[in-house]
């Protein structure tokens, strides 16, 4: 049969494979063989988007470094719940030292296989949005402003979720946690500037910076692959829900994560060197309240009388993030 | 013993850590019905057939198709497609061109020279097949794959019934109708032409046939008594279909009148047309939301400059004049006389009420009940009269080629269970994969790819075929805007998803296991499937 070139594939590239699509263009959690970088039996929530986000990333890592990989953990779930004495659920070299010097700890892992001269095993460094936002912040900073040679991943699920679900400087304005009582006439988590780290990481100059979710696969990878061609200090920003701590259900976490980014809550851009190079555009905008409605950390906004004026405030912030990086599709974009 | 100091325990995997005992829903796969199939009169597996085609293998689509419908062909052609109306896809753009790849594989298989699977080892039974139209050849087919010899008997001097002698060669060429019916023929199946059947008992006699099937179709058109001048011409349009494709036009003259609103008065207006009449005017007694004929020809019909009279009754005909007589609708939609009348000129008046059968065959047989003119059947087709089997338009239904197919295999595989003695299995019906169990998140954005239509000016004048076939490439581009409603189809999501790694993937063709020593009954997988092929089911503790 003679080869006919078709456009259209059934799912495209929406989907995680797809049979009528080359492997090559396939994503790396598709394949048989993929890393399972953190493997069965880990202790995890059910439906856990960090879980997931790590195996992503790692996995995505690991193909592109042909396996010559270091991950340094922070404490935090994802360290929790994958090795509790003696069980490891890690299948790739894996350090975990303490909460606030997980990008310090990756820093001298990189200058240990330089100065061995082993330039082709390259450094992962990893934490949730505590320790990379709060607690881990100044050495993290440290490692952009000096450059070492480290992809940091920040999961963020908003929120320091294995101690109990308390506020961190992640946490979005008007969410009930542990230590943001919705009480009050200013329920939930305070309006302010928050912590925006991805644009403080672009502040630093860094050859590169990206924002993904676990909604978007083909993203996710392609980001991991390009952050993986520079050396240097590089960081990646993953949206992971967290059923837990954000009172959604469990099976929900990756369609909460798509809304994030359908809604523009969660702006999905890529930048090198301090400029914004690559936004994901919304496909199928929504209004934030479909997001919102889904966890019940915002369930004081919603019901007899409601805050309306509270989610014109957070529809407010999502228009302001679509305004700034430009996320509605134009028609040149179709 | 040389372990750290202070460190008790080797290093060990989480795998000891079976978290699937903290599951209170499992996942499991299931194959729902897809609505297309669902609504098939012909029961075809469309979306079999559709998984087969979007790889572009063609082959196994076909052989997947013909495994129910042995003239994908001719469907594809003259099927009014239930199975698009169904179609999940309608609720996301435009339902999915099934009828336009069904032509395209129909096309490919005549082209390419495919052969219908070979019949079935010899039962030593012999089965009669009265009338050779959908119903009959698609019994013939059947019967011939499940072993029984099969004696096709028809009055005409060609076979395939109402498809060769109802529908208008522009619908249908005959080149495509005869390679289909070919094809089953070839199968093994005794045909005797222009043998018309008096006496239905006498001939299964004759024949040492232990089971029949009967298939004549409605063959006669209804009429209604117009008061007419004598030079006026009237014809009812089974016959008119009839002659013109025994290339025998009647002369009907310049100005064409037909009477009714079904697909057989588009099709007389249509042939009026392509005879060379100037005006084709059809007079309906209500409006066009109440007209049977389907919409498609309707349009194809007004595309090609016939008119319709709406509301309006004939109420005499003579000297060349027609007397009209206005109506209206009850607020039931039911025409009632207004008293008005209006006058349109004719040269001739084509009537298109309806069809009658004719079942003097049946006189012999006693214990056939017949009621309002059409024959009584149960379940698979078996008339009250054991052995004695109908379909197709003798049987209650509606009168379509497609349903008439279905009849036939339903028939066949009646006939079977009758002659093997035994009580005919009914299969398991999956649960309907409905609109709201789909992701549609996944779908790639794609409208429909449409068939082109030959321009307006040739198709009034010839019988060459309106519609035109779908290429290679649109065929594909069709085929894979299927939705594959509640049938995986290896779009490894739920391998990706599972933050647990509790997916096997078990390769090509093979789908995917659930691994439960891990699975933690999240519910990602059943909620990120884009067809609806999983179901989270309570876990029994």
């Known amino acids: 049969m003679s080869e006919t070139r078709v456009h259209f594939y059934q799912v495209g590239s929406f989907a995680v494979g797809n049979r009528l699509l080359s492997a090559d263009e396939r994503t790396v959690q598709s394949d048989r063989r993929r890393t399972n970088s953190i493997d069965s039996g880990h202790r995890a929530c059910q439906g856990c988007g960090e879980a997931l986000g790590a195996r992503y990333a790692l996995d995505a890592a690991m193909r592109v470094t042909s396996g010559q990989l270091v991950a340094v953990n922070a404490t935090g779930c994802l360290e929790v719940f994958s090795t509790p004495f003696p069980e490891t659920s890690w299948q790739i070299p894996w350090l975990h030292s303490l909460f606030g010097n997980a990008p310090a700890v990756a820093t001298g892992v990189a200058a240990a296989l330089r100065v061995k001269g082993r330039d082709q095993v390259r450094v992962v460094g990893q934490a949730g949005d505590g320790g990379t936002v709060d607690i881990g912040f100044g050495t993290l900073s440290g490692m952009f402003e000096r450059n070492d040679d480290v992809l940091f991943v920040c999961y963020d699920n908003e929120g320091y979720m294995n101690t109990g679900v308390q506020r961190s400087a992640a946490t979005p304005p008007t969410a009930r946690t542990a230590t943001t009582d919705a009480v009050g006439p200013e329920p939930g988590n305070a309006f302010g500037q928050g912590k925006d780290v991805p644009r403080i990481a672009m ?132 | 013993m040389d372990r750290p100091f202070a460190i008790t325990l080797d290093v060990g995997t989480s795998r000891a850590n079976h978290t699937g005992s903290w599951r209170i829903e499992r996942p499991v796969y299931v194959d729902r019905l897809p609505p297309c199939n669902d609504a098939c009169p012909a029961g075809e597996n469309i979306q079999g057939w559709l998984y087969h085609a979007e790889s572009g293998d063609y082959e196994a689509a076909w052989r ?96 395939g019934g109402m498809l060769r002698y109802g529908i208008p060669a522009y619908r249908l060429p005959r080149t495509v109708l005869d390679a289909e019916i070919d094809r089953i023929v070839a199968l093994g199946v005794q045909v005797a032409t222009e043998h018309p059947v008096l006496d239905i008992e006498a001939e299964q006699r004759a024949w040492g046939a232990d089971a029949v099937f009967l298939a004549v179709g409605a063959q006669l058109g209804k009429r209604v008594h117009i008061p007419a001048g004598d030079s006026t011409k009237v014809v009812d349009a089974v016959s008119f279909l009839h002659q013109v494709a025994d290339d025998d036009p009647p002369l009907l003259g310049r100005r064409v009148v037909v009477y009714g609103g079904g697909d057989t008065a588009m099709d007389a207006a249509r042939t009026a047309r392509r005879l060379g009449a100037t005006d084709a ?125 279905g009849h036939g295999k339903h028939a066949a595989r009646g006939i079977d269970a009758y002659l093997r003695a035994e009580t005919p299995a009914r299969p398991e019906r999956h649960a309907l994969a409905s609109f709201d169990r789909l992701n549609t998140w996944y779908y790639a ?83 990120e499937c884009p067809c609806g092929a999983i179901e989270m089911v309570p876990e029994r503790i």
Not at chain 2, 107 to 121: F, H, K, N
Request: glycine share 10%; net charge negative.
């Open chain 2, 64 to 159: 997947t198709l013909v495994q129910e419908n042995p003239l994908p062909a001719v469907m594809g052609r003259v099927c009014f497609h239930p199975c698009e109306t169904a179609c999940n896809r309608v609720q996301v753009d435009e339902a999915v061109g099934i009828n336009a790849v069904e032509r395209f594989l129909g096309d490919t298989a005549i082209e390419r020279g495919w052969s219908l699977p070979a019949p079935g080892p010899d039962t030593g039974h012999t089965v009669l097949v009265v009338g050779a139209g959908p119903a009959g050849l698609s019994a013939a087919y059947h019967l011939r794959r499940l072993g029984h010899a099969v004696r096709l008997v028809d009055s005409s001097p060609r076979l």
């Open chain 2, 445 to 527: 954005d794609a409208p429909r790819t449409r068939r082109p239509e030959l321009e307006l000016v040739r198709r009034q004048t010839n019988f060459e075929e309106v519609v035109r076939g779908l290429t290679e490439d649109n065929a594909l581009f069709e085929a894979r805007r299927c939705l594959s409603c509640g049938n995986c189809f290896e779009c490894d999501n739920c391998f990706g998803v599972c933050p647990d790694n509790a997916v096997i993937k078990l390769g090509p063709g093979e789908r995917y296991a659930f691994n439960y020593d891990f699975c933690k009954g999240c519910g990602i997988c059943a909620r």
């Open chain 2, 281 to 405: 005017v059809i007079v309906y007694r209500r409006n066009r939301d109440k007209m049977p004929a389907h919409p498609e020809e309707v349009e194809q019909a007004l595309g090609e400059g016939v008119t319709v009279r709406w509301l309006s009754t004939v109420e005499r005909f003579e000297g060349g004049r027609l007397v009209l007589e206005r109506m209206r609708l009850t607020p039931d939609g039911l025409p009632e006389p207004t008293g008005e009348y209006d006058e349109l000129d004719a040269d001739a008046l084509v009537l298109a009420l309806g069809q009658d059968t004719d079942l003097s065959l049946l006189e012999g047989a006693g214990a056939v009940t017949v009621s309002n003119g059409v024959v009584e059947v149960g379940h698979q087709m078996m008339t009250t009269q054991p052995g004695i089997f109908a379909g197709g338009d003798v049987a209650p239904s509606e009168r379509t080629a497609t349903v008439a197919v």
């Open chain 1, 203 to 334: 502040a630093h100059g860094i050859p590169y910076v990206a924002t993904a979710t676990v909604a978007d696969l083909h993203d996710l990878e392609r980001k991991v692959e390009r952050a993986m061609s520079f050396h240097g200090a590089r960081y990646l920003h993953v949206f992971v829900p967290c059923p837990l701590g954000w009172g959604a259900a469990s099976s929900e976490t990756i369609h909460v994560a798509r809304l994030a980014k359908e809604t523009g809550i969660f702006p999905v851009y890529e930048a090198e060197y301090g400029e914004v190079t690559g936004v994901t555009k919304i496909r199928r905008q929504a209004p934030v309240t479909e997001y919102l409605r889904l966890q019940r950390r915002y369930a004081h906004l919603f019901g007899h009388p409601g805050r309306p004026d509270v989610v014109a405030r957070l529809q407010a912030m999502a228009d302001a993030n679509i305004a700034r990086y430009g996320l509605l599709a134009t028609e040149e974009d179709e």
